[in-house]
């Protein structure tokens, strides 16, 4: 296939997923910020959301303070973020209809409307800032559905073939980068010294920074206890069946590079790289990764995915 | 009711046309609410497919939907295959006349057509003189545009030998037809187009370079998605089952083109390019292009890709050129042709000038190299100040136009909010020039100008879109 349509697959997916995670992320602090001051931290909450969300650079660029209603204008619907859900949905629309021919019918139409409905709701909605919580919820909820209706049809109507790998890598190297920027924001409130002593206020920041990945459910099932900050670095870093933990997502990029590696009859420095980063989390446990530090072990992970989407680039995408 | 123009329904009596009673009687029969729901129903889906267009030079217009009309425009069987002869006449001539121009001159020797018509003509490309199109294809998709003033002949408005456009839409049409109105659709004996990809296909494989017999490697080259006929071009890759390429996804080596892909580079035979001759190749043509491929023209010349349609093919569909076309199909076929030609003055010839420039009220003034709708001036819809900014142009370069009379284009019954009125329709049938001969599917595109009174039928100025069927049966 052509390189660039394979790279315009791929940033589709990115691109949905991102939307995806970005609408957790703003749900979820909308959740700790509705309770009373006694049990939160406001002010931080939204700093640590743009942080999270790779903004915090450019916002101080157009808005003074990281208050609940600019930040959210900001992640939701600026189109001067490039990140914004927004954009992210726009883009993606772009870059799917660069490549139309090698999405499915249904792909295509799902994505295009997602975007026809994005227009509409910004002529209803002309000031971003004064969105009340009620169409907020609304548009979070509409744009979570767009990115799993999208992965849904590709699992239902696209040919197992190097379209569909690329499609899935994509998935899965966002989703993996999107787990450890929320790791890396929120590790202090993982570190051993915040030992819940029940009700804590620390409690709903663990319970936020799994609902952010939508893992607040899947962590009763796995864990049966009450929630600690461990557990939850053991969830999103270590557990093969969680689906947007480190390893997972990695095992996944291993999964598709070496479909794609099958089908061309040839692997590459991709493949390597992610199996190097493979090797290092199944044989990492969460007790060594507290000893040796948290934040050196999600940085560093950060550090690996990143380059791991620059050989994935210089292989198969750049042509 | 219009007066003084042919209407294809009822030609001005009270019963509608023998082919036309099934619609007539569905239109009567059938509540307004029901136009109006199905129209509302095809603007949608064409919406959600993404079937739009970009009109160059409007702001907050950049995809805007071509509009359908619900009512099909019908043809009989023996005025197609009247229709379907003279557009192969046609065609193989336009052919021949490219391989002579670019070869022999012949015709220029004989005399039949003015050596300064073509060699200062702007789409004349000196590159291609002395090379031979592989197969002597040079024009593999031609969209002839054709007009009706009765029920009997058939005129050529304007042959399109360049990268004619609007075949996705006859296709889409005839899709969104059998979705909305199944029980009509089968009321009539329609001959399908829906061969129209597999026929392309067959057409470009067989003027595929000599070199690659079995299984040439077919691409459609895109100046890219805002292109205004971007929606076309991804149409028909997808329906070919043949790669979407733009200018940076291929390079030249060696005079052998490639394509960049997850694999390294793969080699390309034939390039159905839907970017205009002077962005194909920044080395020969305009420097500033990123659309074609540096390189490219000295592959094409080398033999070892085809380009379709050929460089150099729009000296044939120049409108001065236009008004030869019955003594260039005598010159090569000794036959005469089975279209007419709309009478048309050329204003490089002095007797025709004075006449123009004394006539502008009443003709339409057409640049010779104009395509699109651009550049030309309706006399009898025109305003006074059009009429002198016209006039002027036509002084100071004559050579650059030609004029027809205002033509009494036949009208069609196009649907409306509240009612069924007629409007003014041409109809642009596809036709494909292999190495194995000329394909044509039975229809093409109808287009409708949706102004009360307008002739123009053009997208890019407001026109819409029908459905051709061709019926089994015969109007007479």
Redesign the interface.
Known sequence: MLARTADNIYWVSRYLERADFLARLIEASNRISALPTTYAAKQDEWTSVLIASGADETFPDHFDTANEANVIAYLAFDDRNLSSIRNCIEFARTNARAVRTALTVEMWEHINSAWIKLKAFEQKHSDPTAIDREALIGFLDFVKETSSLYDGFGYRTMLRNDIYYFARLGVSLERADNTARVLDVKYQLLLPEHEPLGGSVDYFQWSAILRSVSALTAYHWVYRESIKPWNVADLLILRQEMPRSLIHCTSEVVRWLDAIGNQYGRHGNAQRQARTIQRKLESASIKEIFQSGLHEFVDGFITDNNGLAKAIAEQYLLG | MSQGFFDEMTNGAADPRAIYSGVANWLRAAPPEILDARRDQAELLF????ITFAVYGEKDAAERLIPFDIIPRLLGGDEWARLEAGLIQRVKALNMFLTDIYGRQEILKAGIVPPDLIFRNECYRPEMQGHRAPHDIWTHIAGIDIVRVDDEDFYVLEDNCRTPSGVSYMLENREMMMRLLPGLFADHAVLPVDNYPDNLLASLRSAAPPHCADDPRIVILTP??FNSA?YEH?FL??KLGV????G??LTVRDDIVY?????GEKRVDVIYRRVDDDFIDPLVFRPDSVLGAAGLMGAYLAGNVTLANAPGAGVADDKAVYTYMPDIIRFYLGEEAKLKNVATWRCREQDALKYVLEHLSELVVKEVNGSGGYGMLVGPHASKEQIETFRQKLLSDPDGFIAQPTLSLSTCPTSFTGGVAPRHVDLRPFVLSGADGVRIVPGGLTRVALKEGSLVVNSSQGGGTKDTWVLATNAK
């Open positions: 919406r959600k497919i993404g890219g998605q971007y991804s890759a997808d790669e979407l390429v733009e940076r996804d394509m960049k892909t997850t694999e």
